[in-house]
Protein backbone atom coordinates (compact mmCIF):
# COMPACT_ATOMS: atom_id res chain seq x y z
CA UNK A 1 0.00 0.00 0.00
CA UNK A 2 1.05 3.60 -1.09
CA UNK A 3 -0.03 6.63 0.81
CA UNK A 4 0.49 9.89 -0.87
CA UNK A 5 0.24 12.96 1.39
CA UNK A 6 -0.14 16.52 -0.49
CA UNK A 7 -0.11 18.49 2.72
CA UNK A 8 2.29 19.62 5.73
CA UNK A 9 0.43 17.96 8.38
CA UNK A 10 3.21 14.81 7.96
CA UNK A 11 1.56 11.93 9.23
CA UNK A 12 -2.06 10.20 9.51
CA UNK A 13 -3.21 9.56 12.50
CA UNK A 14 -3.96 5.39 12.35
CA UNK A 15 -0.61 3.28 11.47
CA UNK A 16 -0.30 2.63 8.01
CA UNK A 17 -0.18 -0.67 6.52
CA UNK A 18 3.18 -2.28 6.23
CA UNK A 19 4.99 -1.25 2.68
CA UNK A 20 6.57 2.26 0.99
CA UNK A 21 5.14 5.76 2.46
CA UNK A 22 6.04 8.54 0.21
CA UNK A 23 5.52 11.53 1.88
CA UNK A 24 5.41 14.65 -0.69
CA UNK A 25 5.87 18.06 0.95
CA UNK A 26 4.71 21.65 -0.35
CA UNK A 27 6.73 22.09 -3.19
CA UNK A 28 9.96 24.76 -2.00
CA UNK A 29 9.45 28.35 -2.81
CA UNK A 30 11.22 29.51 -5.87
CA UNK A 31 14.16 31.35 -5.20
CA UNK A 32 14.34 35.20 -5.02
CA UNK A 33 16.85 37.07 -7.45
CA UNK A 34 19.95 38.37 -6.33
CA UNK A 35 20.11 41.98 -7.07
CA UNK A 36 23.38 42.65 -7.97
CA UNK A 37 24.36 46.02 -7.00
CA UNK A 38 26.42 47.71 -9.74
CA UNK A 39 28.19 50.48 -8.34
CA UNK A 40 28.79 53.34 -10.76
CA UNK A 41 32.56 53.66 -11.98
CA UNK A 42 34.21 56.87 -10.55
CA UNK A 43 35.56 58.29 -14.44
CA UNK A 44 39.20 59.28 -14.49
CA UNK A 45 40.52 62.18 -13.94
CA UNK A 46 41.59 63.29 -17.02
CA UNK A 47 44.08 67.16 -17.73
CA UNK A 48 40.77 68.52 -18.72
CA UNK A 49 39.73 68.21 -15.36
CA UNK A 50 42.85 69.29 -13.51
CA UNK A 51 43.08 72.73 -15.57
CA UNK A 52 39.22 73.38 -14.19
CA UNK A 53 40.14 72.54 -11.03
CA UNK A 54 43.40 74.54 -11.13
CA UNK A 55 41.40 78.08 -12.49
CA UNK A 56 38.78 77.13 -9.60
CA UNK A 57 41.57 76.90 -7.10
CA UNK A 58 43.11 80.19 -7.77
CA UNK A 59 39.56 81.59 -8.13
CA UNK A 60 38.71 80.74 -4.80
CA UNK A 61 41.40 81.90 -3.06
CA UNK A 62 43.16 84.86 -5.02
CA UNK A 63 40.01 85.70 -7.17
CA UNK A 64 37.76 89.08 -6.70
CA UNK A 65 34.64 87.66 -5.30
CA UNK A 66 31.95 90.78 -7.32
CA UNK A 67 30.60 92.09 -4.04
CA UNK A 68 27.35 94.01 -4.96
CA UNK A 69 27.84 97.43 -5.69
CA UNK A 70 25.23 99.77 -4.27
CA UNK A 71 23.91 102.66 -6.29
CA UNK A 72 24.71 104.63 -3.44
CA UNK A 73 23.37 105.08 0.41
CA UNK A 74 22.72 108.57 -0.33
CA UNK A 75 18.83 110.08 0.49
CA UNK A 76 17.43 111.21 -3.40
CA UNK A 77 16.71 115.07 -3.13
CA UNK A 78 13.01 115.80 -2.31
CA UNK A 79 11.84 118.77 -4.58
CA UNK A 80 7.98 120.26 -4.16
CA UNK A 81 8.24 121.86 -7.97
CA UNK A 82 4.66 119.62 -9.00
CA UNK A 83 3.21 120.27 -5.77
CA UNK A 84 3.81 123.78 -4.80
CA UNK A 85 0.41 125.40 -6.16
CA UNK A 86 -1.40 122.41 -6.00
CA UNK A 87 -1.12 122.70 -1.68
CA UNK A 88 -1.18 124.73 0.60
CA UNK A 89 -1.66 127.54 -2.02
CA UNK A 90 -5.47 126.51 -2.15
CA UNK A 91 -5.70 125.85 1.37
CA UNK A 92 -7.31 129.16 2.34
CA UNK A 93 -10.08 128.48 -0.07
CA UNK A 94 -10.44 125.17 1.17
CA UNK A 95 -11.06 126.14 4.67
CA UNK A 96 -13.88 129.03 4.06
CA UNK A 97 -17.44 127.76 4.60
CA UNK A 98 -20.30 129.30 2.81
CA UNK A 99 -24.02 129.92 3.04
CA UNK A 100 -26.02 128.93 -0.06
CA UNK A 101 -26.63 132.35 -1.51
CA UNK A 102 -22.71 132.43 -1.21
CA UNK A 103 -21.92 134.81 2.18
CA UNK A 104 -18.70 133.67 3.88
CA UNK A 105 -19.95 132.30 7.10
CA UNK A 106 -16.60 131.03 9.05
CA UNK A 107 -13.69 129.00 8.15
CA UNK A 108 -12.65 125.65 9.19
CA UNK A 109 -9.71 124.95 11.09
CA UNK A 110 -6.15 124.49 9.17
CA UNK A 111 -5.03 121.58 10.15
CA UNK A 112 -8.79 119.85 9.58
CA UNK A 113 -8.54 120.80 5.97
CA UNK A 114 -5.08 119.64 5.52
CA UNK A 115 -5.63 115.89 7.34
CA UNK A 116 -8.63 115.88 4.33
CA UNK A 117 -6.25 117.04 1.44
CA UNK A 118 -3.61 114.59 2.86
CA UNK A 119 -5.58 111.72 2.43
CA UNK A 120 -7.12 112.59 -0.97
CA UNK A 121 -4.39 114.40 -2.81
CA UNK A 122 -1.93 112.83 -5.14
CA UNK A 123 1.49 113.84 -4.42
CA UNK A 124 4.23 113.65 -7.47
CA UNK A 125 7.62 114.09 -5.92
CA UNK A 126 10.96 112.69 -6.32
CA UNK A 127 12.25 108.53 -4.37
CA UNK A 128 13.23 109.82 -0.88
CA UNK A 129 15.06 106.29 -0.35
CA UNK A 130 16.86 104.12 -2.31
CA UNK A 131 14.98 100.79 -3.31
CA UNK A 132 16.00 97.46 -0.89
CA UNK A 133 18.37 95.34 -1.45
CA UNK A 134 19.89 92.41 -0.19
CA UNK A 135 21.70 93.32 2.95
CA UNK A 136 24.10 90.34 2.40
CA UNK A 137 27.73 91.70 1.03
CA UNK A 138 28.55 88.55 -0.52
CA UNK A 139 29.65 87.67 -4.08
CA UNK A 140 27.53 84.76 -6.13
CA UNK A 141 30.77 82.54 -5.74
CA UNK A 142 31.42 82.98 -2.29
CA UNK A 143 29.61 80.07 -1.59
CA UNK A 144 31.37 78.47 -4.20
CA UNK A 145 35.07 79.13 -2.95
CA UNK A 146 33.87 78.53 0.27
CA UNK A 147 33.30 74.86 -0.53
CA UNK A 148 36.48 74.73 -2.66
CA UNK A 149 38.58 75.66 0.41
CA UNK A 150 36.81 73.57 2.52
CA UNK A 151 37.85 70.25 0.41
CA UNK A 152 41.45 71.76 0.34
CA UNK A 153 41.71 71.47 3.92
CA UNK A 154 40.66 67.77 3.54
CA UNK A 155 42.33 66.41 1.55
CA UNK A 156 46.53 65.08 2.45
CA UNK A 157 48.93 67.50 4.12
CA UNK A 158 51.36 67.25 1.34
CA UNK A 159 48.62 68.17 -1.10
CA UNK A 160 47.65 70.51 1.01
CA UNK A 161 50.88 72.61 1.13
CA UNK A 162 51.26 72.46 -2.33
CA UNK A 163 47.80 73.55 -3.43
CA UNK A 164 48.21 76.41 -0.73
CA UNK A 165 51.71 77.34 -1.87
CA UNK A 166 51.46 77.13 -5.66
CA UNK A 167 47.92 78.77 -5.78
CA UNK A 168 46.44 80.46 -2.77
CA UNK A 169 49.99 82.23 -2.59
CA UNK A 170 50.62 81.31 1.27
CA UNK A 171 53.71 83.11 2.71
CA UNK A 172 53.98 80.40 5.18
CA UNK A 173 57.13 78.73 5.60
CA UNK A 174 54.86 75.47 6.75
CA UNK A 175 53.32 75.47 3.17
CA UNK A 176 56.83 75.97 1.41
CA UNK A 177 58.21 73.50 3.51
CA UNK A 178 55.57 70.83 3.25
CA UNK A 179 55.92 71.11 -0.52
CA UNK A 180 58.95 70.59 -0.40
CA UNK A 181 59.37 67.66 1.97
CA UNK A 182 56.71 66.14 -0.35
CA UNK A 183 58.67 66.13 -3.63
CA UNK A 184 62.11 65.22 -1.64
CA UNK A 185 60.05 62.15 -0.77
CA UNK A 186 58.83 61.26 -4.47
CA UNK A 187 62.91 62.01 -5.45
CA UNK A 188 64.67 60.45 -2.86
CA UNK A 189 64.14 57.10 -3.91
CA UNK A 190 65.61 57.93 -7.49
CA UNK A 191 68.69 59.34 -6.28
CA UNK A 192 70.09 56.53 -4.87
CA UNK A 193 73.50 56.10 -2.40
CA UNK A 194 75.20 59.35 -2.49
CA UNK A 195 77.65 61.16 -0.11
CA UNK A 196 76.26 63.64 2.44
CA UNK A 197 77.63 67.00 0.68
CA UNK A 198 75.55 65.48 -2.73
CA UNK A 199 72.98 64.78 -0.74
CA UNK A 200 72.48 67.97 1.04
CA UNK A 201 72.91 69.97 -2.70
CA UNK A 202 70.40 67.83 -3.95
CA UNK A 203 68.01 68.55 -1.75
CA UNK A 204 68.58 72.49 -1.74
CA UNK A 205 68.16 72.18 -5.63
CA UNK A 206 64.66 70.59 -4.56
CA UNK A 207 63.59 73.71 -2.86
CA UNK A 208 64.99 75.33 -6.19
CA UNK A 209 62.71 72.91 -8.18
CA UNK A 210 59.36 73.90 -6.38
CA UNK A 211 59.65 77.41 -6.55
CA UNK A 212 60.37 76.84 -10.10
CA UNK A 213 57.47 74.53 -10.65
CA UNK A 214 55.48 77.35 -9.31
CA UNK A 215 56.21 79.62 -11.48
CA UNK A 216 56.48 77.62 -14.69
CA UNK A 217 52.78 76.46 -13.98
CA UNK A 218 51.10 80.03 -13.44
CA UNK A 219 53.05 81.95 -15.39
CA UNK A 220 54.50 79.42 -18.07
CA UNK A 221 58.41 80.56 -17.73
CA UNK A 222 61.02 79.12 -15.70
CA UNK A 223 62.30 80.71 -12.37
CA UNK A 224 65.66 79.66 -12.20
CA UNK A 225 67.93 78.52 -14.97
CA UNK A 226 70.88 76.00 -15.59
CA UNK A 227 73.39 79.03 -15.91
CA UNK A 228 72.88 79.94 -12.38
CA UNK A 229 72.00 76.93 -10.95
CA UNK A 230 75.70 75.79 -11.92
CA UNK A 231 76.97 79.02 -10.17
CA UNK A 232 74.03 78.14 -7.01
CA UNK A 233 75.69 74.44 -6.70
CA UNK A 234 79.72 75.68 -7.31
CA UNK A 235 80.38 72.64 -10.27
CA UNK A 236 81.65 72.87 -13.64
CA UNK A 237 79.59 73.06 -17.04
CA UNK A 238 80.72 69.35 -17.41
CA UNK A 239 80.13 68.11 -14.19
CA UNK A 240 76.50 70.23 -14.58
CA UNK A 241 75.84 67.88 -17.88
CA UNK A 242 77.20 64.74 -16.55
CA UNK A 243 75.76 64.93 -13.52
CA UNK A 244 73.07 67.55 -12.03
CA UNK A 245 71.06 68.16 -15.20
CA UNK A 246 69.25 65.15 -15.55
CA UNK A 247 68.92 65.73 -11.70
CA UNK A 248 67.28 68.46 -12.18
CA UNK A 249 64.86 67.55 -15.14
CA UNK A 250 63.78 64.36 -12.87
CA UNK A 251 63.27 66.92 -9.69
CA UNK A 252 61.07 69.21 -12.14
CA UNK A 253 58.92 66.12 -13.51
CA UNK A 254 58.19 64.97 -9.87
CA UNK A 255 57.33 68.48 -9.26
CA UNK A 256 54.75 68.44 -11.68
CA UNK A 257 53.56 65.18 -10.65
CA UNK A 258 53.12 65.99 -7.59
CA UNK A 259 51.05 68.94 -8.87
CA UNK A 260 48.82 66.44 -11.28
CA UNK A 261 48.28 64.29 -8.00
CA UNK A 262 47.14 67.49 -5.92
CA UNK A 263 44.44 68.17 -8.54
CA UNK A 264 43.62 64.88 -9.25
CA UNK A 265 42.67 64.46 -5.52
CA UNK A 266 40.72 67.58 -5.28
CA UNK A 267 38.67 66.79 -8.26
CA UNK A 268 38.28 63.01 -6.71
CA UNK A 269 37.21 64.64 -3.43
CA UNK A 270 34.69 67.05 -5.32
CA UNK A 271 33.44 64.52 -7.66
CA UNK A 272 29.48 65.48 -8.40
CA UNK A 273 29.43 69.41 -7.56
CA UNK A 274 28.26 72.04 -9.32
CA UNK A 275 30.24 74.84 -10.24
CA UNK A 276 30.18 77.97 -11.92
CA UNK A 277 33.55 78.78 -13.65
CA UNK A 278 33.76 82.72 -14.56
CA UNK A 279 36.38 84.70 -16.15
CA UNK A 280 37.60 86.20 -12.97
CA UNK A 281 40.70 87.96 -14.53
CA UNK A 282 43.05 85.53 -13.25
Not at 81 to 87: I, K, P, S, Y
Not at 177 to 199: F, S
Amino acid sequence: MELLTLSSRGWPVAAPAPGPVYVLGEAPAPAKPVLLEVRRQVPAVTDHDRNIMRDLVLGAFLGPQHFREDDGTYVAPYTTETTRDAFPAHLEELRECRTPDGQLSGRLPAAYVAGLAKGTTRVIASETRPKKKSAVPLGPLAFQDARIVREVGRLAPEHQHWIRYAYADSLAWDDEQGAVVALWARYEPELGKVQAKTRKAAQGLAHLAVQNAKRFINAGQDLHHPYRLRELLGVTESNWDKHWSPRWQSLKSAAFAMDRAALGALCKQLDGFRFVLLDRGL
